[in-house]
């Protein structure tokens, strides 16, 4: 890229991480310090500022970046990540949105402690939510990683992964700094922007073609190299029985996975009641339901625009078709407007993962300080100090979540945050679900079922073709695959859900009906819901 693109764009860069930590610094100053204020915002949140922030947390890197880079790859196909991730909300709002407000506190664990032994249940239910919160964290250091480079010159190794410690960096000052409160304004703001972004990108496509959709679909196929193939089913996944059974698997992992989502479930707890729950989740679904619509513009407005080859050839995962996109869109590569246009979108993008990673790395704190250390000091365990931890975890988490994406930055962003939603799928919703609907559900049960989840989609990924045995693996000289599904979720999710059965009618301990009792009023009514 230019000179001038990489000034203009850093430029933008810098001046949303002043406004983020010009917020993250007035809001420190204006905290209490409790555990409420950094794990939950104080619970102020309306349900239009909390449905914007839901939306800024869920439509992230893999949306922005991966989903458009997978239509302008694959087509049809790829526009199967949208349907997914869209249908999954239907999934938070009729099972999950409510009941959770109504029967947590601060984290997914709070539910299924609620009715069972605390330690072991709070031990495995953070276990999971650290492990699914690293697995989404690694998408949007890759993102972070493939914009950079393309913006300072290609496919810079350097440039990467200064990219990605840089992202790190400031997702742990975020979090350390301004807890729940900081983190949510960041979301909104990022929103706003992305949905600002979005539409005059898709309102630009559209012009391109005179606002004829099917002339823009047959472009899109003229320059795919596929030809009638990349509007049709099978591109990506029916080339034979493994692919269609990927498909299922993907399908599964992302209309189950949301609702085990830790950064997700942890958003119902900001807003007072569970009414503004529900709310929350309404105004998140038109804001994600119409970005999601425009992905499908953007995706088909690269493959016709730029053309297939050309996003593949920057990018071999397809991440940075969107950017790509603009630069066209604006006039080309040494024009005004496609300087201008290319470092807004870059920007946003930026911006996107930013919001993102800092809500991801603020639940996963709360599951290592108020669920894993909590539950082993709970004698011990002051609010302020668990605060403290939660600060310190969010650095480690950092760390981890740097040497992770350094690691996996040429898979496609999109495709990994699939494999977070397979082991949310697996190990949270099963638990969650049985928690709040199984009268008999016992403690070993809930155990079982986060466990055997958990572990079978972990190991099933290390021994698929994403990690060994093909030219596109993160190990591509070493050859240890023996699962022939990419995403592990048509195994590993009826795995979590028989686990947790399983325990369940072996356990010698009976099942509180008491607490059982309780939890469902409570869940139902409200009555008793901090």
Request: glycine share 12%.
């Amino acid at each position: 890229m230019t000179g001038d693109h990489q000034t203009l764009a850093l430029l933008l860069f810098g001046v949303f991480v002043a406004v983020t930590l010009a917020i993250t610094t007035w809001v420190s100053r204006n905290r209490h310090g409790s555990a409420e204020e950094f794990y939950a915002g104080g619970r102020l949140f309306s349900p239009m500022e909390n449905g914007f922030a839901i939306a800024g947390d869920y439509m992230s890197a893999a949306s922005f970046l991966g989903i458009s880079g997978l239509i302008a790859l694959f087509g049809y196909d790829g526009l199967l990540y949208s349907v997914g991730f869209l249908v999954a909300w239907l999934v938070v709002l009729f099972l999950v949105a409510e009941l959770v407000r109504n029967c947590g506190r601060f984290t997914l664990a709070d539910v299924v402690a609620a009715r069972m032994r605390e330690r072991p249940v709070r031990i495995a239910a953070g276990t999971s939510s650290v492990t699914v919160s690293v697995l989404y964290l690694v998408a949007q250091m890759v993102g972070a990683g493939s914009l950079v480079a393309l913006l300072l010159g290609g496919t810079s190794g350097a440039a990467q992964t200064w990219a990605v410690i840089g992202v790190g960096a400031l997702m742990v000052i975020y979090v350390s700094l301004g807890g729940m409160r900081a983190t949510t304004w960041i979301q909104i703001v990022k929103a706003v922007l992305l949905m600002c972004g979005a539409i005059a990108l898709t309102v630009l496509v559209l012009v391109r073609f005179h606002g004829d959709f099917d002339q823009l679909l047959r472009t899109a196929a003229d320059r795919s190299g596929h030809g009638s193939q990349f509007l049709a089913p099978g591109l990506k996944y029916g080339g034979d029985w493994t692919a269609r059974l990927d498909f299922i698997s993907l399908g599964l992992a992302l209309v189950l996975g949301t609702a085990g989502l830790p950064h997700i479930l942890s958003r119902f707890y900001t807003v007072p009641t569970a009414r503004a729950a529900r709310r929350s989740v309404v105004w998140s679904i038109g804001l994600i339901g119409g970005f999601y619509l425009m992905t499908i513009v953007l995706g088909f407005g690269a493959a016709a625009i730029v053309g297939s080859e050309a996003v593949r050839g920057s990018n071999a995962a397809g991440n940075t078709a969107v950017p790509l996109l603009a630069l066209d869109l604006g006039g080309g590569a040494d024009s005004t407007g496609g300087t201008v246009l290319f470092a807004m979108v870059a920007a946003i993008a930026f911006a996107t993962i930013l919001a993102v990673v800092a809500g991801i790395t603020l639940a996963s704190s709360a599951s290592v300080a108020h669920d894993l250390y909590a539950s082993l000091r709970r004698k011990h365990a002051k609010p302020r100090s668990e605060v403290a931890v939660a600060r310190v975890a969010a650095a480690g988490i950092g760390v981890v979540a740097i040497g992770l994406g350094l690691l996996a930055r040429d898979l496609n962003v999109a495709f990994l945050v699939g494999l977070a939603f397979a082991v949310a799928a697996s190990a949270n919703l099963p638990v969650l679900l049985y928690s709040l609907f199984w009268r008999n559900f016992t403690t070993r049960g809930a155990v079982w079922s986060v466990y055997g989840g958990q572990v079978p989609s972990l190991v099933l990924v290390l021994l698929s073709p994403v990690v060994s045995g093909g030219p596109n693996s993160l190990f591509p000289g070493v050859d240890f695959q023996y699962f022939p599904l990419e995403n592990p979720g048509l195994v590993s999710i009826p795995l979590g859900f028989l686990a947790g059965w399983l325990g369940t009618v072996t356990s010698s301990e009976p099942a509180d009906e008491a607490k059982h009792a309780e939890t469902e009023v409570r869940s139902l009514t409200g009555a008793g819901a901090v």
